[in-house]
């Protein structure tokens, strides 16, 4: 049977959990995953610099999230962490490929970021590959995937524009991941926003390479209003 156009060419077949028809049972058997997902995806969204940063963000723009609502813990293809249903704004956790929590943490972040750009700009997610890769440049840039540990952790120990090429390529995984595009139109459309998204920091203001960054970036903030309210 055809897979439905919105799943073959938009990545949906990654996240079968996204399919109604698939719960149940399986649901029911994946309790254990599921548990451990909820309980990590609580301590990211209370301890994680990153993650409380963007949700504060998100709620100023008038975007506040719900943990309930808007995060989702499922069962997920093989290949992939988690990803954002812009169509119901929800932040998917894939709790069967999830299992340490400074992964969670990670994941955690690279979605808000997308769900910071769905709130804060008209991103058309289907039909603009640059809007993709945008996101797909400040998701990989500023959640953490990229920093030197992450990367040692890869064996990967590039030190010349390091943070450039890392970015650069998760980005184009991302799009190939999610989109029926070859891997040089991929790299031609990153190539083409690159510089713009790279040094797009918001809101974090800065590159976060390590939670003493990101927790500068969060005080700072939070304390953002603190210099005007005294003139």
């Known amino acids: ?45 209370e301890t994680s610099p990153y993650a ?42 894939c709790q069967n490929n999830i299992h340490q929590q400074s992964h969670m943490n990670r994941v955690v972040t690279h979605e808000l970021i997308h769900a910071f750009d769905h709130c804060r700009a008209h991103v058309d997610w289907f039909n603009n590959l640059k809007h993709l890769a945008c996101s797909e440049i400040r998701a ?7 920093t030197f540990h992450a990367e040692v952790s890869r064996f990967n120990f590039g030190l010349k524009e390091h943070q450039q090429a890392c970015v650069r390529g998760r980005a184009v995984r991302s799009i190939l991941a999610v989109r029926k595009s070859s891997p040089e139109e991929a790299e031609r459309i990153v190539d ?40």
């Open 192 to 231: 083409e926003v690159f510089d713009t998204c790279f040094n797009d920091h918001a809101p974090f203001g800065r590159i976060p390479h390590d939670k003493r960054d990101a927790r500068f970036a969060n005080r700072a903030y939070e304390n953002r209003d603190r210099y005007y309210a005294n003139l």
């Open 140 to 146: 990989a840039n500023l959640s953490g995937d990229c």
């Open 52 to 93: 409380k940063l963007l949700l504060s963000a998100m709620s100023s723009s008038g975007c506040k999230v719900l943990k309930d609502r808007h995060f989702s813990c499922e069962d997920c293809d093989g290949t992939v962490s988690g990803g954002f249903d812009a169509n119901s704004s929800q932040i998917v956790l």
């Open 1 to 45: 049977m055809e897979q439905p156009k919105q799943e073959r060419d938009y990545g949906y077949d990654l996240f079968p959990g996204r399919n109604t028809s698939h719960k149940g049972w399986l649901t029911q058997s994946l309790f254990t995953f599921n548990h451990k997902c909820q309980v990590m995806l609580h301590l990211a969204t």
